[in-house]
């Protein structure tokens, strides 16, 4: 069921549900979800039911989960990772007299959530009128704080209307909830039923704590919560704890205008070290420290901490409020995932569901790591940080397989191979280039060299040393890749694919470059100079298969001599489902952009024209099958002067899960589509290049969008860019020094910190016509001034 | 372990255990199974245990079992089909005095067993003093009835030796015998640990009768067992049965010197059909039938059908008793797999054991047919025919993946695909041409078009259909095939797999060829004058690469510049346990005969001297990690004039489970590999082709071969070639003209039925020296004159 606007109003600084969808449901409690990167709350009514998945998350804590084959073969991973729903402390069950509390019975009179951006909270607003006709007036709001890494709370306030009612609130932490099956496999099911072994628990008159364990990954984890109630009149507060609930009950009487309201305050911790007390010590010492800030003060060091990331990352975008909201919605998202990670990964769908399995892919380095590296560095760096801790598994890994050098998993949570596809995982080496070449990009863009001291070389080094082990030079002196997989996931297991040969060679060149840097840490890690030459070599000598006929590159070697898919042949998307591997892979079909993101990524290795024709080439034949595709195509779009086209692929990145588009918001968020949102905006409208260590734009903006606005982060400067569609100014806040020489439309501009600097649009007129997409797969119109 | 020359002797017509080595104990279940094709017994002790694997099996009766996947993908089978241990009737407990029979225990004095090529039976002899001192003799002989197809028969002697003994032997059938653990996935274990659900069960004093059911597939089975006792003195005889056991119990004394005889008739069927009382009366009437002939006439019913076959079949290899008994064992196995087949498929193990979960590949087409098209083409008809019966399964395949015509599956028992890794399966395209050439050869070797206007014609429209939608033209008007894996499995999805290409060029061709032969029948098909025409044209524009700097064939496109394999690392066989496919797949490795397959095959698309380098260019690349190379190596190896080298390789293929080369005989022996060593004595020292029509020769011995002697079935003839060092016999057999012409050396000769005609071998000088292989991959030495 796709979200409407009508459900889901166009506001810019919120995200507002009018009215209560039970069909929705799924879909918006991953809206609405909460997360500062540690733990994770979907948007779970606070009664706990009716319910589409609930979820309760914290980062890195998984279970193992067998990965079953009917035919095996070396080097498979036999177990996975899986995210676990661990304890649930979000419930507070409301009974109104006799009744309980559940939208599904009686009437909602009134119903509001609102998601608010800068508070950082998701609030509720309703009316009900149970069935025996009492009403009453429920306000709840909640937050996981972005400022103390172990804390949610939720304050919960119940006022009566009419008449006299009693008011019984039990609030809960609830281990091992029922799950939706998942699974179609009895085993993995077994393992997600009851994840959850209980160790301890404990309670007072107003809080509780429980203790559980995993089985097969043996983390344990602490919840726990206390209260503060305040009501006019005798209230009773009593709190009862068994293996897997901890319950606390609230009982008052309430007069018409009379409220009872409760402070939650929850925290949790968990570790596969620490000792049973000490964990419970530690998250008793955040709830404690919570309950010292107080519900206010939460709330007031959210709202400073989001108005601190707004001024350095927010996105103004005038003429179209749908894109406006969809960006900010976006990046709050992002900053969610990422704020409070530390060290841990960034999955692909956050903290925000089970989809994926929780894992972390290739997403996080490519698609989420730029746009946290030019607006919270901090965070990407952190990152890369858990990137650089799995170093040693990666080394293992590529030994396993017979390789040199470091392998990184395709997806993973702790960092071991999760994936159980190899066509589509293992062979998906660019992975390796897409990290090496996220801590090039920090440094370069931050101008902060210690991330590569403290780890980016190791990484930069070893996987350098996997492209050595794996490509090859023939008799004549080029070097191949052979049996990759690029992006694209319809095409696989090929000789020379475009994107990975280019991220190679720029893997290699960064790699012997960092060496350079740093001599000494390199010869300390067995790097010679005749090493760091051959990695320059094969960089050099990398091919980039090229049809001259056609005058564009083929994705891979041989690629636009394939058959062409027959579109017009019943073809339903996505294909993946409806189609064999045997007959994607050998056709001109295409998933997601791949050579298209080489051209935005190596943007320096083609030529304008080649731009032009490879665009118009590939737009004929993606299906946009992966959510991973429309912000990339929106960028190169603009990049040849097919700005609406580029708008409308902006559109739709961005409205990826505001509206559902690919049917499965219900599992979790889009975190790389909705940092592609900012990418459509910055890079595509904003021209925002950086292939080359230089900070390049070249703004030009759409008919609908009267003028964008976005902020950037460049070594010690802030840079906001304001373009309309005539001209753009620049201005450069903070630095040492006083000047930055940036490239403008391919020409250096030096721009100051005294003064802002406006330079005029540079004229782009598209050299091919408009192309054409495959039927059916023309991107979703955006809507213009918020109509349809 | 392998097995030794020692335990088992070399001799010209039996194989002959002279000890009992129970760490051989599975593998020799394997060499001593038994089977007419309908019915398998694999070698088990006649008292149950000990045992390697307990295997009784009926061809074509299975169970479903699950195919699970981690990451599933659209097509993929998500059932297979696994060959079932069904009601065991070989057992036969003794008890001497209070002491069971048990080679664990007391003293195994003497032992042998003996298959017997000729007579048709296996034969076992031994004395056993009891841990109580008592003294026995037991002989016993079983035969699977080649002639009445649904009965196997024991007879089992036991004669007191010193003192008196008191005798009792439990005859039985038991159903759902326990098993080695064979699947880490518990749902396939609980699948296959009670496979039979019991249905019914009865007896008389001397008989009984047992019904099952299978679970999933819904297959009901029906063992029988009556038994003739002939003692002298008193002997009580009673049978007693439940749902999974019917016991008949003799008891006896019998004097020093006195015998008792048993002999124990069973009888076996299944249906999917038929009722229950219809299925009990069929096997009851087959056990009378039995009962009828008697014993004696059972054995020399065996021996009259082997004098038969073996008068048409038989290889003499002078000079070489290791290959004379090699060959032989093969045909004989051979000839069990198919005999009595009828219509079902023959699988990969025959009905030896549990291998490959008791599927069908392309090894039934592409070596087991050829050898009983020239041998037995009556059961090669049958193994087509049930080919065809399963043409609509294979067309809803092929339309399950948006294709035209009809796609085999890989690996199946009833003819669903069943193979979970679409790689090395459902890419595996050539199985279609294999099918469809097996009918082409049929024809062209038996002359009866009788098959091809039955169903033959079918197959070959349909494959035809599915390589035009697999094929397309590219923008010169090559024809490809891309995304195809050819028989070497160290190489998948790939384009223009040469093996592949030249099949599917002569799978279009001969529909097409079809087709005009059967206008009439084509037309009702569908068939257009047009639609052959375009096979016509496809076939005459495939592309067949061949790398012009090298002067070799790659085996498929870019191939032979793909980086080179490290052999000299520290490699250990089979690759395929210790590499991944990631990294196998890209390089120059090669697991099995692949381009030098399509020399054989496809011979008149090759010159002598491209045979010559590419044999050469391939030799250094092969691993042979497949059952299915070493024939095909001996083949090309003797064509370019290695005889020597082809001796080994014909060695190692005719060994391969007479000395467990690939450490797996114990699963069942390898059906092709041992029709491959007629292959490699016949088309290899021989130079049998056939890719023409015209039955081709070019005999050349080895000088480990003094004479080769060979009968061959070509149209209405039986053909004797009789091949020395220095020239050839031909003698013509039968036949209703008097002569035939054949080719000899390239030349045309015409023989006669008058006298034998006697040609010169045309001297062969190889062009390039012998090649080397891949270190450790040197082919067995064969061992000269029995002698290692």
Request: hydrophobic share 40%; aromatic share 8%.
């Amino acid at each position: 069921m796709m979200i409407t606007h009508e459900a889901f109003p166009v506001e810019p600084w919120q995200v507002r549900e009018t009215r209560l969808d039970l069909d929705l449901l799924a879909q918006s409690e991953s809206l609405f979800a909460l997360s500062n990167g540690h733990i994770g709350l979907r948007g779970n009514l606070d009664e706990g039911e009716p319910h589409g998945l609930p979820g309760t998350y914290l980062n890195s804590f998984y279970e193992i989960r067998p990965l079953p084959y009917a035919e095996a073969g070396y080097g498979y991973p036999e177990a996975g990772q899986t995210v676990v729903d661990v304890t649930n402390g979000k419930i507070l069950r409301l009974l109104v007299d006799d009744e309980p509390f559940d939208v599904r019975y009686g009437n909602v009179i009134d119903h509001e959530r609102v998601l608010d951006l800068r508070a950082g909270t998701l609030s509720r607003r309703t009316q009900w009128r149970s069935p025996a006709g009492k009403q009453v007036k429920v306000h709840s709001t909640r937050l996981v704080s972005l400022t103390q890494r172990s804390i949610a709370a939720i304050e919960y306030v119940v006022e009566a209307l009419d008449e006299f009612v009693r008011v019984t609130v039990q609030s809960e932490l609830v281990a091992n909830e029922d799950q939706p099956e998942t699974s179609g496999d009895p085993r993995v099911a077994a393992v997600l039923r009851k994840p959850l072994e209980p160790v301890h628990h404990e309670q007072t008159d107003h809080s509780a704590l429980l203790v559980h364990r995993t089985r097969g990954s043996g983390l344990m984890m602490v919840a726990a919560m206390d209260h503060e109630v305040d009501v006019p009149g005798r209230v009773e507060i009593t709190t009862d704890t068994a293996e897997d609930l901890a319950r606390t009950t609230v009982i008052c009487g309430l007069r018409p205008g009379q409220r009872l309201r409760i402070v939650k305050y929850l925290a949790y911790g968990w570790s596969s070290l620490r000792s049973r007390p000490a964990l419970s010590d530690q998250v008793g010492a955040a709830i404690t420290g919570a309950r010292y800030s107080g519900w206010q003060g939460l709330l007031d060091a959210q709202r400073d901490y989001l108005d601190e990331f707004w001024d350095c990352a927010d996105v103004e975008v005038e003429g179209d409020p749908d894109c406006q909201q969809a960006v900010r919605f976006g990046l709050f998202h992002v900053l969610q995932a990422s704020a409070r990670a530390e060290r841990r990964a960034i999955p692909g769908k956050g903290l925000t569901g089970t989809g994926y399995d929780g894992h972390a892919f290739w997403d996080t380095e490519g698609f989420v790591l730029p746009v946290l590296t030019y607006t919270k560095p901090s965070a990407a760096a952190d990152a890369l940080r858990w990137r650089a801790s799995t170093l040693d598994l990666a080394k293992e890994r590529a030994a396993q397989l017979d390789l040199k050098g470091a392998a990184f998993p395709w997806r993973t949570i702790r960092g071991e191979e999760c994936s159980a596809y190899w066509p589509a995982g293992t062979a998906a080496w660019h992975v390796n280039a897409d990290i090496a070449m996220a801590f090039e990009r920090y440094r370069q863009v931050t101008g902060d060299h210690s991330l590569e001291r403290e780890c980016g070389l190791r990484v930069l080094i070893e996987t350098a040393r996997l492209w050595m082990s794996l490509g090859h030079h023939d008799r004549y002196g080029v070097w191949h890749l052979d049996g990759v997989t690029g992006p694209d996931e319809y095409t696989a297991v090929v000789r020379d694919n475009v994107f990975t040969n280019l991220m190679a060679a720029g893997n290699l060149r960064a790699a012997a470059e960092a060496c350079t840097r740093h001599p000494e840490t390199s010869r300390e890690l067995g790097v010679s100079t005749e090493e760091t030459a051959a990695w320059r070599d094969a960089a050099d000598a990398a091919h980039i298969p090229f049809d001259e006929e056609l005058g564009v590159h083929p994705q891979n070697d041989g690629f636009t001599t394939l058959r062409e898919w027959d579109f017009t042949a019943n073809t339903v998307y996505p294909l993946l489902l409806h189609e064999p591997y045997v007959r994607l892979y050998p056709a001109q079909v295409i998933k997601q952009a791949d050579l298209v993101l080489a051209m935005q990524w190596q943007s320096h290795a083609f030529t304008a024209e080649q731009k032009a024709r490879n665009v118009d080439y590939y737009e004929r034949r993606t299906t946009r099958d992966s959510s991973l595709s429309a912000c990339t195509q929106a960028v190169m779009c603009a990049e040849v002067g097919h700005l609406e086209l580029a708008h409308d692929y902006a559109y739709e990145a961005a409205m990826i899960d505001l509206r559902d588009l690919h049917h499965n918001t219900r599992d979790g968020l889009h975190m790389a589509s909705l940092a592609g949102a900012w990418t459509a905006l910055v890079a595509g409208f904003g021209g925002l290049r950086d292939d080359e260590g230089v900070l390049s734009l070249n703004p030009h903006l759409p008919g609908g969008i009267r003028c964008l606005r976005f902020r950037l982060r460049w070594r010690d400067f802030r840079v906001t860019v304001q373009v309309n569609h005539d001209d753009v100014t620049y201005t450069l806040r903070d630095g040492p020094h006083g000047t930055l020489t940036i490239r403008h439309a391919d020409r250096e501009l030096t721009l100051t910190t005294q003064a802002p600097t406006t330079v005029s649009i540079e004229p782009c007129k598209p050299l091919l016509p408009l192309p054409p997409q495959p039927p059916g797969r023309e991107p979703l119109r955006r809507r213009v001034d918020g109509k349809d």
